[in-house]
């Protein structure tokens, strides 16, 4: 199993620009978070999903939308990018009450 | 409104010696109460859970809710558990989604 996969690891977008981080997962769970990680913080939650099309806003959803058509995949998409959306963003599924993490994605908006 | 606080951004101490990493919790409910990790180079990853009342790594963490605290410890700290630690509190009834701490840096030196 390769757990949770997130693409890509880094990225540089400018300002206005918009772009979709993508967030994969084989272990066949329902529930799935985005969260972002600002230097010197702890994780944020941005959106969550409980089930293939069933997605609600998390603590900072402002900025940012998801979509969960599949149970294997929950992409995060950025419109208009703004350079408070500089941070990294974990993507994370869930099996009873553990949460399996991913690498995260390291996004700098210039 | 819910809160988990870590008060040290770093702790460093000596192979050998006592670790004590602090965790404090705001929350009305009933919380369930995790610790996870990060290690250099890896994925955050689940090291307990309160309501398993098991020892990781020869680590334990106990509940106290008198006192709201969640303090992770380990008699005799190793190298190896030099990391990122996150204190995160589940609200009950919710959809598990997590409240993490800031996180604190345990740095183990030989």
């Known amino acids: 199993n390769a757990g949770v996969t997130q693409t890509p690891k880094f990225r540089i977008l400018k300002i206005g620009q918009s772009m979709t981080l993508q967030c994969t997962q084989d272990?066949?769970?329902?529930?799935m978070y985005w969260y972002r990680q600002d230097p010197g913080m702890g994780l944020k939650l941005i959106y969550y999903?409980?089930?293939?099309?069933?997605?609600d806003k998390g603590e900072v959803p402002n900025g940012y939308n998801v979509s969960r058509s599949t149970t294997e995949d929950f992409p995060l998409r950025l419109e208009l990018a703004a350079p408070s959306q500089t941070s990294v963003y974990f993507c994370?599924?869930?099996?009873?009450?553990?949460?399996?993490f991913g690498p995260g994605t390291r996004l700098t908006v210039l | 409104a819910q809160r988990v606080t870590q008060p040290e951004k770093l702790l460093s101490v000596f192979k050998g010696a006592p670790v004590e990493l602090k965790c404090n919790y705001s929350y009305s409910g009933s919380p369930e109460l995790f610790w996870y990790v990060q290690y250099s180079r890896q994925r955050l990853q689940l090291l307990l859970r309160?309501?398993s009342r098991e020892s990781i790594k020869g680590f334990t963490a106990d509940l106290n809710k008198g006192e709201t605290s969640f303090h992770l410890k380990k008699p005799f700290a190793q190298e190896e558990d030099s990391a990122m630690y996150y204190c995160?509190?589940?609200?009950?009834?919710?959809?598990?989604?997590?409240?993490f701490g800031a996180g604190t840096r345990l740095a183990v030196h030989p």
């Open positions: 309160h309501i």
């Open positions: 999903s409980v089930g293939a099309g069933i997605t």
């Open positions: 272990m066949n769970h329902n529930y």
């Open positions: 995160a509190l589940t609200l009950s009834g919710g959809y598990n989604k997590l409240i």
């Open positions: 994370a599924s869930q099996n009873f009450d553990t949460q399996y």
